[in-house]
């Protein structure tokens, strides 16, 4: 029988970022180390990528992903389109993605399914980066580790409380701060707890960086002496329907000023946005001084200006 006229693309030597564990922990690293002079030195890479072309796809909605995504190809000289919509609806998964390969440069995915995302690698055989999934939000935990190493100067041994619903964004943090040397500790109610795959792999990379990872039901237990606490929405994007019953469920979890005097006492409050005010953190926290929420959302641009002179150049 003739071989069939595609072959799934091989991976070999092209950096993707599927999912945070596709990063080493020297990439990641030297990801952390690049941000710095691109967040300075905006000139310096102005024409970096010039005549490099990025597909964005979203099968969710999008505020700071998408706008710091197609601001940071066009600061770096390239370009990119955007489309919305279910991906692999009209036609094959395997074919949008050899298609977006002949035009474009790399694909940037927003998916529910992280197959998906896993799919559009596998078939397009250009860099793909992760722009969310249901199970990981990559390049949120990079702006944020990029954040906490801008405020402590360091971040080998800072503990991060991550307080709510064991999500993508909990998930990505965990991988990152297991790599990097963070103690992390996660409160979450019973049967909402990061997926046991992950915490295993996190507890692997804990292991060589002298990282802990506590997962416990206890909030004041979680935040105990951390140097920031964390909190994502209780009903993530697709779990709507979910989010009435999630609210009882939860309300132990906000984090509010009485949550945080169990914290260290110069505290920081991070949260990937969008927040929902008074469910997972009250108005008063969010608008704290202590909050960096938004300088998080700046470092998204940063962050990934820096992933794609990375993969791209
Ligand atoms: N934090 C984040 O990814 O925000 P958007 O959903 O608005 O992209
Ligand atoms: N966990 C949230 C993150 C949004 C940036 C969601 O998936 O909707």
Redesign the pocket.
């Known amino acids: 029988m003739a071989a069939p006229i595609y072959q799934p693309a091989s991976h070999a030597g092209i950096i993707t970022l599927r999912k945070d564990l596709d990063l080493s922990s020297e990439q990641l690293n030297g990801l952390l180390d690049l941000t710095h002079p691109v967040k300075q030195f905006r000139q310096r890479y102005a024409s970096a990528l010039k005549g490099r072309y990025l597909s964005l796809l979203f099968e ?9 995504f197609e601001l940071a190809i066009k600061q770096l000289g390239g370009d990119c389109i955007t489309q919305t919509g279910m991906i692999g609806e009209r036609e094959a998964l395997k074919d949008v993605a050899r298609n977006l390969a002949r035009w474009t440069d790399a694909i940037v995915a ?1 998916t529910f399914a992280q197959d998906t995302i896993d799919e559009l690698a596998r078939w397009s055989g250009i860099p793909v980066i992760n ?2 999934s249901d199970l990981y ?1 990559p ?2 935990a990079l702006a944020d580790m990029f954040t906490l190493k801008e405020h402590f100067g360091r971040l080998r041994g800072l503990k991060l409380a991550y307080v709510g619903d064991g999500n993508n ?1 909990a998930h990505s943090l965990m991988l990152c701060c297991s790599r990097l040397g963070i103690h992390f500790s996660v409160a979450t109610p019973a049967g909402y707890e990061p997926n046991a795959a992950g915490v295993a792999q996190a507890r692997e990379f804990a292991a060589e960086s002298a990282a802990q990872i506590e997962i416990t039901r206890n909030p004041e237990e979680a935040v105990n002496s951390a140097h920031a606490v964390y909190t994502d929405v209780w009903a993530s ?1 697709g779990q709507e329907c979910e989010a009435e019953e999630r609210k009882k469920l939860f309300a132990p979890y906000q984090v509010n000023e009485a949550l945080l005097d169990h914290a260290r006492k110069d505290v920081l409050f991070m949260h ?3 927040a929902k005010r008074g469910l997972e953190v009250t108005d008063a926290v969010m608008e704290s001084p202590q909050s960096i929420a938004f300088e ?2 700046e470092n ?1 641009l940063h962050v990934q200006k820096a992933l794609l002179l990375m993969m791209l150049q």
């Not at 969710?60 to 710091?68: E, N, Y």
């Open positions: 969710k909605p999008s505020l700071r992903t998408r706008v710091t927003r722009a969310l939000h390049c949120q964004v994007m990937c946005l969008p998080q959302a998204r």
